[in-house]
């Protein structure tokens, strides 16, 4: 879908989405809407239940005295409440009535309204941020779908007095494109997406300017990482580490940020193998690995002013006369011990090395890692939001304000001894689990023996990666869930 930017005008064909406010104050261009249609748009809504409450919606078919095929009516609430999540929200609803409607160009109306919390050229680049997510579909394996059933928009103009609005799209049309790239690789079955095709994805980044680097089995042995290298003998797919690294800041030699992302690309949970009922939702389990490779994409597309290194272990899971056993004992690359309880807890054995690598390699300001980690984050958390685990104060409160900027929220768990002392093993130096009880907190208590004295976060996205509904920025199905979280970190806190 193409986004352009228009002076403010009634169009004479295609839809037309206007806000209208709380208590239905109609916008500018929904006054002049209702004057040409003889005020028949006040007549629709004082007809309906539609009142200008935030995503509140109604379509107005050809409406008299119009050249439009529609007007769609978006609540936006009240105008000190609108802010860029709103806007986002305002511009991706709009879109999601019309996206398959038959018509194929849509404006997006953009009024200055009194009293928002931002300008309106942001208002107008966020609505366009949104609309934009909104479009995402994958769609590639369909060949028999009725072209009523098909997106039939393919241009969307953003109708906006406010000269700086093309200019502040740029950077978020940048953050697009990672979302994007993180929602196809995490939406493509793991025939498709395995550890040496996804290793490929992220060599494409070289076009952007990072640097990315790819180390197979054969070298992660020289360096020790039999926890992750345990975790993929099963499969006939070679593991993979890749190492991409943005250097935006002036020094290019100051330390940089780091990023760490499981990558499960598939998980048949090995020989401790999961039930068949919804196995074919494994192919995600690459998700945070996903969410890190989108962000370092939208972060070298926006040529952020700061050093990142983003770090993904690429593994399959697989059951096989190779696999990983339960109880057996490998040597991580810190030369701690672990004992495999259970092969399904693999994904803190691929972070672990990757941790422990980065750690050492880059000497980072600080590490978050995300993964789709466990089950028990789901139980307790649901869909709305990702677990958040820190051995450092500042760091977790920062995370937390990004994500709340963002619409990624994050929920911090405790951590502590007592969890600790579950993952005492009578063979090694630790198990891969402990007891039923806090599994997100004693998986996240493993995680925290691989990083020392660097300020870490991990985030367990297991309830956030996939989406079972649509919204108003996000259609059913990969949600990226922390590409946008990590971008406005970096860009709050660590650019020059």
Same mark, same amino acid.
């Given at each position: ?15 037309? *989405? /206007?806000? &209208?406010?709380?208590? @239905?104050?109609?916008?500018?261009? +929904? $006054? %002049?809407?209702?004057?040409?249609? #003889?005020? =028949? ?29 529609? *007007? /769609?009516? &978006?609540?936006?609430? @009240?105008?000190?409440?609108?802010? +860029? $999540? %709103?806007?986002?929200?305002?511009? #991706?609803? =709009? ?402």
């Amino acid at each position: 879908m193409k986004i352009s930017f228009a002076k403010p005008h009634l169009p004479d064909q295609g839809a037309i *989405v /206007v806000g &209208v406010l709380e208590n @239905k104050v109609f916008t500018p261009t +929904a $006054q %002049a809407l209702d004057d040409l249609s #003889g005020g =028949g748009i006040k007549r629709a809504v004082d007809a309906s239940k539609f009142t200008g409450k935030k995503d509140q919606v109604l379509t107005i078919l050809a409406p008299a005295g119009t050249k439009v095929s529609r *007007v /769609v009516l &978006v609540g936006l609430g @009240k105008a000190d409440s609108i802010d +860029a $999540q %709103a806007a986002q929200s305002f511009g #991706g609803t =709009g879109l999601a009535q019309v996206l398959s409607s038959g018509d194929s160009q849509v404006a997006v109306a953009i009024d200055a309204v009194p009293g928002l919390k931002i300008s309106e050229a942001d208002f107008a680049a966020n609505a366009a941020f949104g609309a934009l997510l909104r479009s995402y579909r994958f769609d590639k394996y369909f060949t028999k779908e009725k072209k009523e059933d098909k997106p039939s928009v393919k241009k969307l103009a953003v109708l906006t007095a406010a000269p700086g609005a093309k200019t502040a799209f740029a950077p978020l049309e940048a953050i697009a494109e990672g979302v994007f790239l993180t929602r196809d690789v995490v939406s493509e079955p793991a025939n498709v997406i395995y550890p040496e095709s996804l290793a490929a994805q992220c060599k494409t980044l070289t076009e952007l300017g990072v640097e990315v680097e790819i180390l197979g089995e054969k070298q992660m042995k020289k360096l020790g990482m039999g926890s992750l290298l345990g975790v993929g003998q099963g499969s006939d797919r070679e593991s993979q580490l890749v190492v991409m690294r943005w250097l935006g800041a002036k020094d290019k030699d100051a330390q940089p940020v780091a990023f760490i992302g499981k990558g499960v690309c598939f998980d048949t949970g090995g020989i401790s193998i999961k039930p068949a009922g919804g196995m074919e939702d494994m192919k995600w389990d690459m998700a945070g690995a996903g969410a890190v490779i989108g962000a370092i994409k939208a972060l070298a597309g926006r040529k952020a002013k700061a050093n990142v290194v983003g770090v993904v272990g690429l593994v399959e899971n697989m059951p096989s006369g190779n696999a990983q056993r339960p109880g057996d004992v490998v040597t991580s690359m810190s030369g701690q011990t672990i004992e495999v309880i259970n092969t399904d807890a693999e994904g803190r054995l691929v972070l672990a090395d990757a941790l422990w690598y980065t750690k050492e390699t880059y000497k980072p300001k600080i590490m978050v890692d995300l993964a789709t980690l466990t089950g028990a984050i789901i139980i307790s958390l649901g869909g709305e939001h990702a677990g958040l685990f820190s051995n450092d104060d500042k760091l977790a409160d920062k995370l937390t304000k990004a994500g709340t900027a963002v619409g990624e929220s994050l929920w911090r768990l405790p951590m502590g001894d007592a969890y600790d002392k579950q993952l005492k093993s009578d063979i090694a130096d630790m198990k891969n689990v402990g007891g039923r009880e806090g599994g997100s907190i004693t998986a996240a208590q493993f995680l925290k023996r691989f990083v020392g004295d660097v300020a870490w976060a991990h985030l367990d996205i297991a309830g956030t990666a996939w989406s079972k509904k649509d919204t108003a920025t996000c259609a059913k199905g990969a949600t990226a869930f922390g590409v946008r979280l990590l971008d406005r970190l970096v860009a709050d806190h660590y650019e020059d």
